[in-house]
Nanobody, 129 residues
């Protein structure tokens, strides 16, 4: 069992920054991918970013086009925590942000929410104009 807890959401003005955290506990070592998704009211959950790593030191970072260049995903192995640094925030970034984890194969689609078994409760991000 893996437990994920997000934090760091809040209200920020357009152009501002927030850093989200996803702290994992439980059988974390069985997961090799952590993804961030977001869901705005009335919209489907969409992929934001993902961090995938292998058994060595190689890792892969993925971003949705809408956040590329503004968001940065990173991982602190010692703390079992994945971060999402969000800069230059826009009102359209307003949503509930969720982190998710699972062990994905090379052929898995990290952009699909259905690929992930473990989810956090979400944290609200609101960007005012």
């Amino acid at each position: 069992q893996v437990q994920l807890v997000e934090s760091g959401g809040g209200l920020v003005q357009a152009g501002g920054s927030l850093r989200l955290s996803c702290a994992a506990s439980g059988r974390t070592f069985s997961s090799n991918t952590v993804g961030w998704f977001r869901q705005a009211p009335g919209q489907e959950r969409e992929f934001v970013s993902a961090h995938r790593w292998d058994s060595g030191r190689t890792y892969y970072l993925y971003y949705a086009d809408s956040v590329k260049g503004r968001f940065t995903i990173s991982r602190d192995v010692a703390k079992n925590t994945v971060y999402l640094q969000m800069n230059s925030l826009k009102p359209e970034d307003t949503a509930i942000y969720y982190c998710a984890a699972d062990t994905l194969s090379y052929y898995s689609d990290y952009k699909k929410a259905a690929e992930y078994s473990y989810w956090g409760q979400g944290t609200q991000v609101t960007v005012s104009s």
